[in-house]
């Protein structure tokens, strides 16, 4: 409501002055301000914040008078009443130095716009006038004086000796009368004489009052702290016509401030409370309608250690009150208790580095014009017992700026779903970025099909959405134009559109308008045009109309314009309908204007738009006057006036939703009661039923014209702010599934709650509150004894907050058995993005009341609410959050209601939840015994790998561990984070320093890399080679190894080789020492045709296809092909180096020194000749040219990242010798089906990677399988070598044999694709099949040892120098850019070679 922002202003005082000022009071308008030290009155002007004058009491006067104690101001400004000690009241007459005398003018440098802009009023309006003080006789009234009080004509003084003296303003002409308290009958109420004479009035006077206009009184506290309240029989205070009511068991009183607009009185007490009473309207004794305290909650220090209450003072509008107490400080609230700002809290009352301040204690206070400022006259004295009084002590005028809600004065309902703060000179607007309106969430979009939502296409009708009210802290701070604000300051009302993208403002004359779109300002070209008008019953905005009730000073008429936005801000662009009274308050609803006048009325208007000028203009028509003077006793008492469409007959149904655009209903706030007028539709005569109050302190209200057949509940509801008391909502309830409602069942309920925030707005479908609240920034300044008193305070800033609302609805409607209510109104928010919190919370603050209750609960919540939200498919996930989040003693009540966690487990599982699974895990770890943890575990575990949820993987081995290793007291945490993954798959590599290590940026979360750089976070990783057998001592490690080990014996099985290298990289499994164990069981192929076709699935690797046009093509045997690609792409670095170092082939002819492009003219040639001759004669020209190939380069590969494909077109990297290549249209062709018959990159490296790990496993089956769909003929070539070995056994020798006759059998029927690779090898299958037919000798194949696991077996038994190991230094060039001969080095180390020079990224997607 209100925001406490920067720092205080102090004030210097020009003149130097022993006497320290300690008492202010404002003028009527609160433009003037008297200050008062012991013997001077001083006069102060608002903006600018300057000294005017002062009138300083001579020596002999202050000796007779005594020193100056009290002032207040005549209603008119023209008198000031000072109250001196020795009980003289001296009047002084306010002169104005005449039109042209200004103290203080604005300079403006030469050429600036705004000297122009001269208008009649300006230098009264602009500048501070020149006043001058003149004192008239004083009145002596023989006593005392305690308290002063203006009561328009007359002057009330109270006299210690127990008097009330009422004097004219002009006392010397008119007299004065006197009233003896012992006179004024008092009683608990007005209906009786109970209780008579309160005490002995002989001994009572009055210390404090305050009269009130709306309640026709004086609230009074007396002397020995009773408080009262006194008003008048007749029209007029005379001596034997007042009664009072005193307020029953309070003697503390010691001062008072009342409310005109709410009928309150506030009254502090010495215990530190403030106790704010209202007068019963049929009784009218004083009723306690709340208390205003600190609670121990929030301020456990201070709350009882404040002192009595020194000050109380109502802002401006009456919406907050100040408080401040003997012992300093100063504290906020709104009008029903809310609190809003305390200064003995927090950064307010301690230093950065812990130390507690002194707080500033204040001798007086008022607020400035409209709120904007609190003037507070402050010393820095030391604590309350007064050990301070120091040198140091030092009087200062100090100004607190606030921001106010627009609501406060202007509660349209423009200004409902916005949040819009006012300040001085400034509006601070909680919209977004008019950019951002474009791209509103879908659910919001149906706002704007609303015809009162209809702008023009350039002004952005798109209503905001969660994601711009909601994106971020910021305001939007708007600076309001200077040139209006010079003129027209302050600013009274303000009021925003729907969209939130327009506001407008009215200051004291005129009103301006601010577009976010063109982030420009609009005025009125003729300034006096503006200078004539005065808004005086707020402004609202219609579609792009600006609506305000306004006074004409010219026609001395009270008038309601509507100015277009888009056009000149001029008279002749607006509409204009006269009124008869004066308009207090102003708004609109849909296409209709409702408006409050001062003689009670309320007078509803139709707006059309028309379009029949140029420019556009709307027709206002009267539709109905409703007279309300019956039920409203003063004008002044209405704090708001709406149209809703909220109706309670019994034609609420599902059916016709539509109906809710009709006004239905006034609501109207009649100073805290909200009373509602519901039209009658029985009849012509009355247009609406009699009033019903539906709720008491009620400080906004907040309801919408928007309809949404999804989310009835909350947008035909009435929501409700109530100071302490929190919000309420008065909802609708709904029959379910049309069917007739019960005739028991009320059609609506009011229902109450707590909210930690002050709402200023409500999102209806999103089920919002939004709010604002002040944060501090602490500034210790330079510290020291004369740090200055402002240098005290943090500096404010103001944040935006909001808050769910919706788990408190649902609690109180299952509280009160609406339990199908609450489910229909939650299956409607069921897509907001915050329902698992809502749920959540519900079940959280549930559990913790009834929990932690003392007393036994007769019927606990907490089963109902578990019911209620099992309703919904969060329900697993909401409990065990729930419980994660309580603490471990709560957690049997909670499974008590819930049921038990196994059971919920289980759900998880069954419904493949395994993240929510593994959070009850931690409860079961907590609960139950190890045994039931370790076979929940296990079954989590065997599902999460069946599932690859590898973090969870290894969050459950580490669990399993700790189970085993009695460290089950330290649950693991659930896994929320992905973790980086690591090599856990490559351990062997390091081990074998083998150099595999690239950027660790290009390696994205989760996958399976190549990556030296990180190690397991988790899980099975080894730590050394010999981890297996080490752990193999641990039966917990064992128990997870065999776990292990049947996964990937079942993925094996299965063909998921892909699976495999996943679950191998991810876990950290010795796949290679596993293979090699498994080589001759699970590890072999059965059906070769089936794995093949379950590969080119897995990796996505296309079958081969023949082109059509290869009869007579020179590349039509594969092996041409497969070389000259290889060649021209080299940006794929691995082909080129694994086709040019992994051909094992005898090489038949010698190395030619002529260039690769005339070797291959020459070899298509000689292939044309030979193209009809048979497979024999075709090997004899495919070897050279392979060797030919070798004599390219090997150090011109570039090392390419995965981006760089084929596709790209990088031609560029091709061997320059090929600049001068021209290839035939048969070549290229052969060429792009080279690459149509490639799969993506990162599965090729995928499958290099898994071949390399089969080949050192010795599993020979799996890497014929590999080089088949890779068609690499030198893979197949080297495994064949491999078979030669008399260690391999026969069987394995005959499967390979025999799967690879299948697969050329199936492909000549199936896939035509492989024909010519399996031509090009079948000389070498041929040998095979032959050597396999005859007798082998029976050598038994010994599997590798333990030792040796990570080793395959030996290429060639007689090779005595075995396997080379990785790391070995690759093979020195020939100064011609030749190679050795791969003879000259075993396979396995030109494939480790391959491997470590080919840097590509092995990555498993």
């Known amino acids: ?150 009561m328009q004509e007359d002057l009330v003084v109270s006299t210690a000796d127990g008097f009330l003296h009422i004097l004219h303003w002009d006392g010397v002409s008119n007299g004065r009368k006197t009233i003896n308290l012992c006179t004024v009958p008092f009683s608990l109420d007005l209906q009786s004489s109970r209780g008579g004479p309160s005490l002995d009035f002989d001994r009572v006077h009055i210390v404090d009052m305050e009269y009130c206009v709306t309640l026709d009184g004086f609230a009074v506290v007396f002397d020995d702290g009773q408080l009262g309240f006194i008003t008048p029989v007749a029209n007029r205070f005379t001596t034997d016509q007042l009664q009072g009511v005193w307020a029953a068991d309070v003697t503390d009183g010691t001062c008072v401030a009342v409310n005109n607009k709410y009928r309150l009185m506030a009254f502090g007490c010495a215990s530190g409370l403030v106790l704010v009473y209202t007068i019963d309207s049929t009784t009218g004794s004083m009723q306690l309608s709340h208390k205003l305290e600190l609670t121990p909650k929030h301020y456990p220090d201070i709350w009882n250690k404040t002192g009595p209450v020194k000050l109380i003072r109502w802002s401006p509008d009456y919406s907050v009150v100040m408080v401040t107490w003997e012992c300093g400080g100063l504290s906020l609230w709104s009008v029903f208790g809310a609190h809003l700002i305390c200064t003995l809290g927090e950064d307010f009352a301690y230093r950065s580095d812990g130390t507690k301040k002194d707080p500033i204690k204040i001798s007086s206070m008022s607020w400035g014009a409209e709120g904007y400022h609190l003037w507070a006259i402050a010393s820095s004295e030391g604590n309350c017992q007064g050990e301070g009084g120091s040198s140091s002590k030092q009087a200062v005028i100090l100004q607190f700026q606030f921001i106010k809600s627009a609501l406060t ?265 909200l009373i509602m007028l519901q039209r009658d539709r029985s009849g012509p005569q009355l247009p609406f039923c009699p009033p019903v109050v539906l709720a008491h302190c009620v400080e906004n209200v907040w309801t919408t014209c928007r309809t949404n057949r999804k989310k009835r509940h909350l947008l035909e509801a009435l929501w409700l702010a109530c100071g302490e008391a929190g919000m309420k909502v008065w909802l609708p309830l709904f029959p379910r599934d049309h069917r007739k409602p019960h005739s028991f069942l009320s059609r609506r309920i009011m229902l109450p709650f707590h909210i930690n925030i002050y709402p200023l707005a409500v999102l209806f479908e999103d089920a919002l509150v939004l709010g604002a609240t002040n944060e501090t920034v602490l500034y210790d300044g330079l510290g020291g004894p004369r740090q200055p008193p402002e240098g005290l305070f943090p500096f404010c800033t103001v944040e935006r907050t909001s808050q769910i609302y919706l788990h ?110 593994a959070s009850y895990l931690i409860i079961l770890q907590n609960m139950e015994v190890p045994a039931v943890s370790r076979q929940h575990a296990t079954l989590l575990f065997n599902t999460a790998l069946e599932q690859g949820k590898w973090d969870l993987c290894r969050h459950m081995i580490r669990f399993l561990k700790a189970i085993g290793s009695g460290e089950s007291e330290t649950p693991p945490p659930t896994p ?30 989760g996958k399976f890399s190549l990556q030296k750089t990180l190690s397991m976070p988790s899980g099975p990783s080894a730590k050394s080679g010999e981890r297996w057998s080490k752990d193999g001592e641990c039966t917990e490690s064992t128990y997870i190894d065999m776990m292990l080990w049947r996964h990937a014996r079942r993925l094996l099985e299965q063909v998921r080789l892909k699976d495999l290298g996943y679950f191998s990289a991810q876990l950290g499994f010795e796949l290679i020492g596993w293979l090699c164990r498994e080589r001759t069981r699970v590890a072999r192929v059965d059906d070769f045709i089936t794995a093949l076709k379950r590969l080119h699935k897995d990796f996505l690797w296309p079958f081969p296809v023949m082109p059509a046009c290869s009869i007579n093509s020179p590349f039509k045997n594969g ?197 010519p690779f399996l031509n090009l090898i079948r000389p070498q299958l041929q040998k095979l099949v032959s050597a396999a037919a005859d007798p082998v000798q029976p050598e038994a194949f010994q599997p590798a040892s333990t030792s040796k ?42 494939e480790e070679k391959t491997v470590e020079e080919g840097a590509y990224d092995c990555t498993l997607s």
């Open 808 to 917: 408190h609805i649902l609690r109180q409607l299952l509280v009160r058995n609406l339990g199908e209510q609450a489910l229909l109104l939650a299956q409607s928010c069921a897509g907001l993005p915050y329902f698992p919190h809502v749920l959540e919370l519900m079940v959280h603050v549930v559990l913790e009341e009834e929990a932690t209750s003392r007393e036994p609960i007769p019927d606990p919540l907490l089963p109902t609410v578990a019911k209620f939200i099992t309703e919904f498919p969060l329900f697993l996930q909401t409990i065990v959050h729930c419980a994660r989040k309580t603490e471990y003693a709560l957690w049997n009540y909670l499974f008590a209601a819930v049921g038990n966690p196994k059971d919920l487990f289980e759900e998880c599982l069954m419904a493949q939840d395994l993240d929510t699974a």
């Open 1 to 150: 409501m209100y925001f406490l922002t920067g720092w205080p202003r102090r004030l210097l005082c020009p003149l130097k002055s022993g006497e320290e000022p300690f008492h202010i009071r404002p003028s009527s308008q609160r433009f003037y301000f008297a200050v008062l030290s012991e013997t001077q009155l001083s006069i102060w002007f608002s903006r600018p914040s300057v000294l005017i004058v002062s009138y300083i009491e001579s020596t002999k006067a202050a000796a007779q008078f005594g020193s100056y104690q009290q002032a207040e101001w005549k209603p008119d400004d023209s008198m000031i009443a000072v109250v001196a000690a020795n009980g003289y009241i001296l009047l002084f007459d306010v002169v104005c130095g005449g039109e042209d005398k200004c103290l203080y003018e604005p300079v403006y440098p030469k050429g600036n716009p705004r000297v122009t802009r001269v208008t009649p009023g300006y230098k009264e309006e602009q500048c501070a006038p020149a006043l001058s003080l003149e004192m008239k006789k004083p009145v002596d009234l023989e006593a005392p004086i305690t308290s002063l009080q203006s």
């Open 1119 to 1315: 092996h041409y092909r497969t070389v000259l690609s290889t060649q021209l792409l080299k940006s794929q670095s691995a082909d080129s180096i694994l086709n040019s170092e992994m051909d094992s082939a005898p090489h038949q002819a010698a190395l030619r020194s002529d260039s690769w492009l005339e070797s291959l003219r020459a070899e298509q040639k000689e292939m044309e000749i030979a193209s009809s001759h048979g497979p024999q004669t075709q090997e004899a020209f495919l070897s050279p040219l392979t060797s030919k190939g070798e004599e390219c380069s090997i150090g011109s590969a570039t090392d390419l990242t995965e981006t760089s494909s084929m596709v790209d077109g990088d031609w560029t990297m091709v061997d320059e010798n090929l600049s001068g290549v021209s290839l035939s249209q048969s070549e290229l062709e052969h060429i792009s089906m080279e690459l149509a018959n490639k799969g993506p990159h990162k599965s090729q490296v995928q499958l290099r990677y898994l071949l390399h790990i089969f080949m050192e496993a010795g599993c020979l089956e799996w890497c014929v399988v590999i080089g088949l769909i890779l068609r690499e003929a030198n893979v197949i070539k080297q495994v064949f070598a491999l078979l030669d070995s008399p260690e391999v056994p026969s069987d394995t020798v005959q499967n390979v044999c025999d799967g690879l006759l299948a697969v050329d059998a199936w492909a000549s029927s199936d896939c035509l694709g492989y024909k």
């Open 976 to 1005: 929320t984070t992905q973790e980086a993954s690591s090599t856990g798959g490559f351990e062997f590599f390091r081990h074998r320093s083998i150099s595999l290590s690239q950027s660790a940026d290009s390696v994205l979360t």
């Open 409 to 673: 004065v202007n509660p349209c309902t423009s200004n409902q779903e916005q949040v819009l703060l006012v300040g001085e000179d400034r509006l601070y607007l909680a919209c977004g970025d008019p950019t951002q309106a474009h791209s509103s969430p879908d659910q919001h979009l149906h706002r704007d099909h609303s015809p009162l939502h209809s702008l023009p296409p350039s002004s952005l009708s798109a209503s905001q959405g969660l994601s711009t009210l909601l994106g971020h802290k910021h305001w939007h701070v708007v600076q309001t134009q200077s040139t209006y604000l010079e003129c027209n300051w302050p600013i009274r009302f303000a009021a925003i559109d729907t969209p939130g993208q327009c506001v407008a403002v009215a200051g004291r004359r005129g009103f301006a308008h601010y577009t976010m779109f063109t982030r420009k300002w609009k005025l009125f070209g003729n300034i006096t045009q503006e200078q004539n008008m005065t808004v005086t019953g707020g402004l609202a905005w219609w579609n792009d109309f600006i609506v305000l009730a306004c006074y004409n000073f010219i026609a001395q008429q009270e008038e309601l314009r509507l100015y277009l936005r888009s056009s000149n801000l001029d008279n002749t662009f607006s509409s204009v309908t006269k009124l008869q009274s004066d308009t207090l308050l102003l708004n609109v609803f849909r296409d209709m204007v409702i408006l409050f006048r001062a003689d009670c009325c309320i007078c509803l208007y139709s707006i059309e738009r028309k379009q029949d000028s140029p420019n556009p203009f709307a027709s206002i028509e009267l539709l109905q006057e409703v007279p309300m003077s019956r039920y409203i006793p003063h004008p002044a008492l209405v704090v708001s006036v709406t149209l809703t469409s909220v109706r309670t007959e019994t034609g609420i149904t599902l059916k016709a939703p539509q109906q809710a655009c009709v006004a239905e209903s006034i609501m109207l706030n009649l100073a805290g009661q």
């Open 1349 to 1390: 696991l990570m080793e395959p077996a030996s290429p060639r038994a007689e090779d005595s120098r075995g396997v080379a190991p990785l790391g070995t230094s690759l093979p020195t060039e020939a100064p011609g850019g030749l190679v050795r001969p791969a003879e000259d080095c075993p396979v396995q180390e030109q």
